[in-house]
């Protein structure tokens, strides 16, 4: 999710609050010793919201 949520960011010329930069960089920063973090971050990054999220409900 950390890596969609970038992805929306950066879609939308825009940056998360501080208190939501704050979180995403400590989610960053638990996990970067998994050695995962980055291989998933880059997945998370390029999918789409409907991906993520599925599609909306109708």
Do not use: I, K, S, Y
Not at 22 to 47: C, D, I, Q, S
């Amino acid at each position: 999710m950390a890596g969609v949520a970038h992805a929306a960011f950066e879609a939308l010329g825009q940056v998360p609050d501080p208190d939501d930069a704050a979180e995403l960089a400590a989610v960053r920063a638990a996990t970067m010793n998994a050695g995962v973090f980055t291989a998933e971050f880059l997945r998370g990054r390029a999918m789409r919201p409907q991906e993520a999220f599925g599609e909306p409900l109708t």
